[in-house]
């Protein structure tokens, strides 16, 4: 006989013992329930019982609906009768009647101070180790919906208030699920049809390549239930353009929402993406059939993950950026889009009114020359026509911080690390990953006091050698002007370099002319 369904197993636990459950609680609200990886996130934590409660779904009558598929359920006959009030002793005679006690005043709604506190709070629990089920319970309680806004302002909180940004990062994916089904997006798209955002604005491309990471993701689920190391080699190759779809939320979004004020999904979503970047490669460059066994848990917790960043960027990081951009913004991330090269998806839709600002937009930036057509240097002169032309034929990218710490110039011809219009003018520090930000200010602190000119970091970048240099750029009298970066990758000059080892052929000069 097969086993009784626990009402506080979780869901997942319960789909996997009985497959029949799934369909028959999607057709009773719980909608969410087929969406790809729901499972294997949010219903690890939810049990049937907790979800009815946050659903607003019937218990009683979703049993029943078990019970008429033949699923027996364990407790809930107990349940009920512990619940039945018992029936009151007869009186023994008549007794004064009690005062009755003042009513309470009626609370008024909380201010946004008080909310903030009470989500901060949620969030300190989980991050001291209490169970999700309990402080969700609590949260369920105490807010209908909550927004993007509040939840980025909790986990700054948390940071403020001493909780170090690696012991956040670890708790990012629990933080979330404490959310899940409560966020003012969800709750808002639940009561539209279709999603009123138009097709070709940048959210809804990002969520486009998330569409396809889902996919990506469903073909590894399936080859990891077949144990088909091939075709987890095979999907696993597939999500090396996670790496893509990370940058631009990373390069084109959080810098905006850093000078708004929100330093939380820099410092802590980043730093997760970093994690999952970092293990997929890993896990990418071990793989192979006698280490596939081995590697499957890592593999289907990195799954797992990923599919929690979805989740965080489309009910939290998504809605607090429209809640934070204007227009403009908008139009500057449209623009800079391509620049990183998809993921997931062969090409995005146009977004007209983009196309025309960024039409517009680089009119306005087209070089222009000094008075008398030309830029005068030490060493000779040329038109600003001639020196753009010059610079795209350099075989490296160079990038100009000036004094003040704001980028303010680059070439990016080999976009060995791609650069956004939208940095230039910003402080160099919004550009980079929240781990590399204290080394970046270090060296710039050193150049500034005189301390050294240069650093050179050589790395892999994609399996090619990769050279970055840092160089100090000081006026004729020592002061300090700005930092110059170059990035140059060295593939085809090894190749160069092994053939003239090999013997082969050196290069030639061309004939002399008569």
Request: glycine share 6%; aromatic share 8%.
């Amino acid at each position: 006989m097969a086993e009784a369904i626990d009402l506080d197993a979780s869901v997942f636990e319960t789909c996997t013992a009985h497959p029949e459950v799934k369909d028959l609680m999607a057709g009773a609200g719980f909608s969410e329930i087929v969406k790809p990886g729901m499972l294997q996130t949010m219903g690890k934590f939810m049990t049937i019982r907790k979800g009815c409660s946050v659903r607003g779904v019937n218990l009683d009558e979703l049993v029943r609906t078990f019970q008429a598929h033949g699923l027996a359920v364990k407790g809930y006959e107990e349940a009920q009768k512990a619940a039945e009030p018992e029936a009151p002793a007869p009186a023994a005679g008549p007794e004064p009647a009690a005062e009755a006690p003042e009513a309470a005043a009626p609370k008024g709604p909380k201010t946004a101070a008080e909310r903030e506190e009470e989500l901060a709070d949620f969030v300190s629990r989980l991050s001291r180790g209490e169970d999700l089920e309990s402080v969700r319970a609590d949260f369920v309680r105490d807010f209908a919906q909550v927004s993007a806004e509040e939840i980025a302002h909790a986990e700054q909180k948390l940071i403020e208030g001493g909780v170090p940004v690696p012991e956040v990062q670890k708790l990012c994916d629990v933080h979330s699920a404490l959310f899940h089904g409560r966020t003012e997006e969800e709750c808002t798209l639940s009561n539209l049809t279709p999603n009123t955002l138009p097709q070709d604005h940048p959210v809804s491309i990002l969520k486009l390549e998330n569409t396809g990471l889902e996919q990506v993701l469903d073909a590894l689920d399936r080859a990891l239930a077949a144990g088909n190391a091939d075709s987890m080699k095979q999907q696993l190759n597939a999500l090396r353009d996670l790496r893509k779809h990370y940058a631009k939320k990373e390069e084109l979004l959080m810098p905006p929402l850093y000078e708004a004020g929100f330093t939380g999904p820099s410092d802590v979503m980043w730093g997760v993406d970093d994690e999952i970047v970092h293990e997929l490669s890993d896990i990418s460059r071990s793989w192979n059939a006698e280490t596939a066994a081995e590697l499957t848990p890592r593999l289907e917790k990195l799954v797992s993950r990923i599919r929690e960043m979805i989740y965080k960027e489309e009910q939290i990081l998504f809605p607090l950026c429209q809640e934070n951009f204007d227009k403009d913004t908008w139009y500057e991330v449209y623009r800079d889009l391509p620049d990183f090269g998809w993921a997931f998806i062969e090409s995005a839709p146009k977004w007209l009114d983009g196309e025309v600002w960024a039409k517009l937009e680089a009119k306005k930036g087209e070089a222009t020359s000094s008075e008398d057509g030309y830029v005068t240097l030490p060493t000779g002169k040329l038109t600003v026509s001639q020196l753009s032309l010059i610079l795209k034929l350099l075989p490296v990218d160079l990038t100009f911080v000036d004094a003040e710490d704001h980028t303010q110039f680059f070439t990016n011809e080999g976009k060995v690390f791609a650069r956004p219009l939208s940095c230039l003018g910003r402080e160099v520090w919004s550009c980079h990953p929240p781990r590399v930000q204290p080394i970046v200010r270090s060296l710039i602190a050193d150049f500034k006091a005189g301390t050294r000119d240069r650093m050179e970091v050589w790395m892999p970048k994609e399996g090619v050698p990769t050279r970055v240099q840092y160089l100090a750029v000081r006026a004729e009298d020592g002061s300090y002007q700005g930092t110059l970066e170059i990035v140059q990758q060295f593939d085809v000059v090894l190749e160069k370099l092994e053939g003239l080892a090999q013997g082969g052929a050196k290069p030639s000069m061309p004939p002399a002319q008569a």
